[in-house]
């Protein structure tokens, strides 16, 4: 089980860096955004692997505010991106 929460962890935190790196270098808005948000399941991915390796539910409010947070922040931004052109 220690082996297979290391093989998530690196493959969780190489994702991030792939997302932090499109944060940073996104030729548009709408590319920062979407790494945002793969930024955020990222996140939501590794409280859910958190969960299951120790057996709790503890931060299962926490994996649904950021789903929300995730979904609405899209959707704002895609209708401010369709009403600006």
């Known amino acids: 089980m220690t082996i297979l929460f290391g093989i998530v962890a690196v493959i969780l935190g190489f994702s991030a860096l792939c997302a932090i790196y499109r944060v940073a270098r996104g ?3 709408l590319d920062r955004v979407l790494a945002v948000d793969v930024l955020l399941a990222i996140v939501g991915g590794a409280l859910a692997a958190d ?3 120790n057996g709790h539910t503890n931060s299962l409010v926490i994996l649904v505010a950021t789903s929300v947070i995730g979904f609405i922040a899209s959707v704002t931004v895609a209708r401010f991106v369709t009403e600006r052109k």
Do not use: D, L
Request: no cysteine; proline share 17%; hydrophobic share 65%.
């Open 27 to 29: 030729p548009s808005i």
């Open 51 to 53: 969960m299951v390796f």
